[in-house]
């Protein structure tokens, strides 16, 4: 593969050899130094025209300790203020000699464009596009997850991959370009996810998705999951209906939050996950996000080693064992 934009283009080996070499990646940032030459002379650009935190700053982090020169671009201050289009934008980079982009962007189907209308030659990767998909998110929840969840108890052996796993994805299902990953890349290494929403947040066409759909959320705990990953509710998104997605923030928490009761609830080994950023006391109590059980600090920890091995085996790979 040629670029990093779909959960659904990766083949299976694809995807183990993805977290193998994240695991590689990972055993690297341990060392005092850091710093790996592989991409030395590369340039790296960070396109983000939606906000970004974890993403944008790992990227970046995961570029740079790969000697890559890193640019970033966010789309406010830029000339995209003044109506540039991605494709004006895209023949700039080109031109600049971008050897591989990093792209965030409102609109479901960018990443795609950008690396398939003939713009730019170079890597494409998606950093999350609309409510369509955000891989390298995926990639880092399945090593947090391939971390914890090992049949023996031990911890994760190149090739291993979820078999067995039950994973349950709480909340705003609708506007998750996380969920949509999620499900897909976990299924494809064997693990069952069961989706839990209010109707008003299950996207059309759920019943097409290889995974169980339901919608009360102590139903779906009582299976006794190894994860349970609470998904932002995606305010900002939720512009139809006058925002009348659930009737409020207090009914919203009772029925789909993890809160207190139902976070003590939970079996010692299962492990609270969350893409972030959190609404605290809306999809997650506090105790949950701050307790022993929650992993929500590796995942960022992990999305470093994951942004590296994508980098790494786009630009750096050879042949047929890209990506
Ligand atoms: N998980 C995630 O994509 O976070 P950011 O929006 O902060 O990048």
Redesign the pocket.
């Known amino acids: 593969m040629k670029h990093l934009i779909d959960i659904s283009d990766l083949s299976y080996e694809e995807a183990i050899n993805l977290l193998d070499t994240a695991e590689e990646m990972a055993s690297t940032q341990v060392r005092a130094i850091k710093k790996l030459p592989t991409l030395r002379g590369k340039t790296v650009v960070n396109l983000f025209y939606e906000d ?5 700053l790992s990227f970046e982090a995961a570029a740079k300790r790969l000697s890559a020169d890193v640019i970033n671009f966010a789309a406010k201050g830029s000339s995209v203020s003044k109506g540039e289009s991605l494709k004006d934008t895209a023949l700039t980079l080109q031109a600049m000699g971008a050897d591989a982009v990093i792209i965030r962007h409102p609109a479901s189907g960018a990443a795609h464009r950008l690396a398939y209308a003939g713009w730019i030659d170079c890597p494409i990767l998606n950093a ?1 596009d609309g409510t369509h998909q ?1 891989p390298t ?1 995926a990639l880092l929840d399945a090593m947090t997850l391939r971390r914890y969840y090992q049949a023996d108890g031990s911890s994760p052996t190149q090739g291993t991959d979820l078999k067995g796993a039950k994973v349950v994805i709480v909340g705003d299902i609708l506007h998750s370009r996380v969920a949509r990953s999620n499900v897909d890349l976990l299924t494809l290494l064997g693990a069952s996810v069961t989706l839990v929403a209010p109707p008003t947040l299950v996207p059309v066409g759920v019943e097409t998705w290889p995974c169980k759909v339901v919608y009360n959320l102590d139903q779906a705990l009582c299976e006794e999951p190894d994860a349970v990953m609470m998904l932002r509710v995606q305010r900002e998104r939720m512009t139809s209906l006058g925002g009348g997605y659930f009737p409020s923030p207090t009914e919203y928490h009772r029925e789909y939050g993890l809160d207190l009761e139902r976070f003590k609830s939970l079996r010692p080994e299962t492990i609270i996950m969350h ?3 959190m609404n605290r006391g809306l999809e997650i109590c506090a105790e949950a996000a701050d307790s022993p059980k929650s992993v929500i600090v590796e995942q960022v920890n992990n999305g470093v080693s994951v942004r590296m091995a994508s980098l790494y085996l786009l630009l750096a790979g050879t042949g047929e064992n890209h990506v």
């Open positions: 970004s935190t974890r993403t944008r999350g955000h998110q893409p972030g950023p």
